[in-house]
């Protein structure tokens, strides 16, 4: 009697768990159902209409506009790129104006232009443009770092360069004062990125703006062995429209030098480099009473 009394509680405890595991497998069954649907994603941006032929000369600036078609019911920050079919051309002669342009929905039109170099040559060719939706996020990484007299130790009275560093998520900015009141049309400033932070080289590619706004590619310059970048492009600098230098008969220079993120280090060989931004610059002002600075620094100090 006591053995069967026991049985039937066993038996009735495990029907309970049998219960239990159904109700869960049926619940757990029911969670995992799926369906699949197709989505795409479609390019909502377009050309609808350009110009038809374009005829310039040599020194000459030609605006013309672009329509680009928003299909979608959102706004785009887009960037405008255009290549020439004969690349060597356009290094050597033909500068665009590269923007950021807000696209609404519906067609929009926006203004560009085309820089052609006093020494160009005859020539016909072919302009191919290139639309670049942007993030949004753009904007909003931007760090300020200035670099001035004080700390260059420099005594009153002499040449002195203040600097200023700006980084975005596109660009890293640079403002540089320097007190020469004597205008020149040949001085110039140049500057040098250790990307490999193996110290400074006689030979090292530099960036060089000229003081009448007009811009030496990194080809074209190079440190000498006197600290200094030497010009060693045989055919006139084109202008910038990116670059400009203004000048004060009581302040001097100030150059204003735009640099895309590409031509600094994405993660350097600096042992305080995390991120990619200590950066490392040789700043030359030529053609004056002549000066140079080198200065390291990181943006990430400067967070705030």
């Not at 010009?231 to 000048?247: A, L, M, N, V």
């Not at 280090?265 to 053609?287: F, I, T």
Request: aromatic share 14%; with cysteine.
């Amino acid at each position: 009697m006591g053995f069967s009394k026991r049985f039937r509680g066993v038996s009735l405890r495990v029907v309970a768990v049998l219960l239990v595991c159904l109700a869960i497998g049926s619940v757990i069954a029911y969670v995992f159902v799926t369906v699949k649907f197709p989505v795409n994603v479609e390019e909502p941006l377009s050309v609808v209409d350009y110009p038809n032929f374009l005829e310039l000369f040599p020194n000459m600036t030609q605006s013309f506009n672009i329509t680009i078609n928003n299909a979608a019911p959102v706004n785009y920050l887009v960037a405008l790129n255009f290549s020439l079919n004969d690349t060597v051309y356009q290094e050597s002669y033909v500068t665009f104006s590269h923007e950021i342009y807000t696209v609404i929905p519906g067609p929009n039109s926006v203004p560009a232009n085309i820089t052609v170099a006093p020494d160009a040559p005859p020539a016909q060719f072919e302009v191919e443009v290139t639309l670049n939706r942007v993030s949004a996020a753009w904007s909003i990484f931007d760090y300020t770092f200035s670099w001035g007299s004080d700390a260059q130790h420099i005594t009153n009275g002499t040449l002195a360069m203040m600097l200023n560093f700006t980084l975005t998520n596109d660009s890293l900015l640079m403002t540089v004062q320097v007190n020469d009141t004597t205008l020149s049309s040949y001085s110039y400033l140049g500057v040098v990125f250790d990307r490999e932070f193996d110290g400074f080289h006689v030979g090292d590619q530099g960036y060089l703006l000229t003081s009448d706004n007009r811009q030496k590619n990194g080809v074209q310059t190079r440190l000498s062995e006197c600290w200094a970048l030497t010009d060693i492009e045989i055919h006139p600098p084109r202008p910038s429209p990116w670059h400009y230098c203004t000048f004060n008969n009581e302040t001097g220079y100030t150059f204003h030098i735009n640099f895309p993120r590409s031509v600094l280090p994405e993660k350097s060989a600096h042992p305080a480099d995390q991120y990619g931004q200590v950066q490392r610059v040789h700043v030359d002002y030529g053609l004056g009473p002549g000066a140079f600075v080198e200065v390291e620094f990181s943006f990430e100090d400067f967070r705030g």
